[in-house]
């Protein structure tokens, strides 16, 4: 009997021993590190996306704030759905913490390539507005904005365009248009239905926002919002003040009559989206009715999708373009051939009403929708 309680004895005392020995042996192990995340923190993602978070050994109490999670060995999946916008996951575990940042973006269909003389504007966010110094109030405050994926004219329409929708269309022919939709200076350089002599590629002047609204109708098209204007403008870049980067030459647009007139499309450098003119040449009318507050009605935190002004949708201007009120200006953009470097800014934002078309400069382009 005594026999046993020794044997018994040393047996716990072995196991107390073997126990120290493990608690020596865990305070000796390293921390465990965060390493690696895919995809790459800052990137942007779907919103049904998953986030793998690798670390250099298994972490033990991890948490994870913003989405779903579950450990493998030393990975870390981490799941949605996400919403849209800005994502923000903080990573707890008992070595240590770690912040991921993603922006969250629509799933996209596979999408139809573009139509002919069109180029395909991706879905994604852009801040719209502008704090530089030359700025106007009506740029202002910036806020961040995402549109859906469109294509766009890759040129202004062109008079040789413009021409074969007054053959088909007499309603809008000059001398033939209602005065409700124009003033006395539509198509003003026309002769009836012929523009002027070596004429035919450069863009449309003298059109008024009804007539070009008529014309994307016939096209099976419409006029961009002001929001996807800026975004195409922009060509992808992010902080810059023209098409092309934070600077504009002679060699890179028709702007401060250098020209003193305008030029045939694409005679100058293309934006990084694959579209001419975006600075310069023609003013091009939007969809919008103008709003000088307007980027003031966006979400101050968060992201305002698909904005649109003077209406709650924009199907209902499309639908309605000949009963909007004449006195309401209505968005122009880019510019002419001989506005100053301050008004060829991707986010110079000026207007008039839709009747008018005073200069040789009041152009367009067209967009459509992209259908999966």
């Known amino acids: ?25 865990s305070e000796d192990e390293e921390p465990v590190a965060f390493t690696d995340a895919i995809p790459a923190n800052g990137s942007t993602i779907e919103t049904d996306a998953k986030i ?5 050994g298994t972490p033990t109490g991890l948490s994870v704030t913003g989405g779903k999670f579950s450990i493998s060995g030393a990975d870390a ?39 002919d003389g069109m180029v395909l504007i991706p879905a994604g966010e852009f801040q719209m507005g502008s704090n530089d110094a030359e700025a106007g109030p009506n740029e202002q405050p910036v806020r961040t904005v995402y549109v ?49 002599s070596g004429k035919g590629n450069h863009p449309v002047e003298h059109v008024s926002w009804y007539a070009a609204m008529a014309y994307a109708e016939w096209a099976g098209k419409r006029l961009p919002t002001e929001a996807e204007w800026e975004y195409a403008a922009r060509g992808g870049l992010v902080g810059e003040k023209y098409p092309n980067g934070n600077t504009i030459t002679p060699w890179d647009a028709n702007y401060g009559t250098n020209i003193v007139d305008t030029t045939p499309v694409k005679r100058y450098p293309a934006n990084g989206y694959g579209l001419y ?20 009605t966006f979400p101050r ?16 201007i499309v639908d309605n373009f000949m009963n909007v009120n004449e006195s309401i200006p209505r968005v122009l953009r880019s510019g002419k051939w001989s506005t100053g470097e301050d008004r060829v800014r991707v ?5 008039s009403p839709p009747t008018i078309a005073p200069y040789r400069s009041f152009g367009f382009r067209c967009v459509r929708a992209v259908s999966p």
């Open 347 to 351: 986010s110079y934002r000026s207007s």
């Open 301 to 316: 935190d968060g992201v305002a999708r698909n904005p649109l002004s003077g209406a709650n949708s924009i199907s209902w």
């Open 1 to 25: 009997m005594k026999t046993h309680i020794n044997i018994f004895i040393l047996i716990c005392i072995a196991a107390l021993i073997l126990s120290g020995m493990d608690g020596c042996q």
């Open 148 to 196: 859906d994926a469109f294509y766009m004219d890759e040129t202004e329409v062109t008079n040789i365009q413009f021409k074969e929708f007054l053959l088909e269309n007499p309603r809008w022919q000059k001398g033939r248009i209602e005065a409700r939709f124009h003033n006395d200076n539509y198509l003003k350089l026309w002769n009836g239905n012929n523009y002027l």
């Open 277 to 296: 003119d975006m600075a310069g040449n023609a003013w091009e009318w939007c969809l919008d009715e103008y709003d000088g507050d307007f980027y003031s």
């Open 77 to 115: 999946t981490i799941t949605g759905p996400f919403e849209l916008g800005t994502l923000n996951l903080l990573l707890t575990w008992n070595d240590g913490s770690k912040e991921l940042n993603y922006t969250v973006a629509a799933s996209e269909p596979d999408i139809p390539p573009a139509p």
């Open 52 to 56: 793998i978070a690798t670390f250099d």
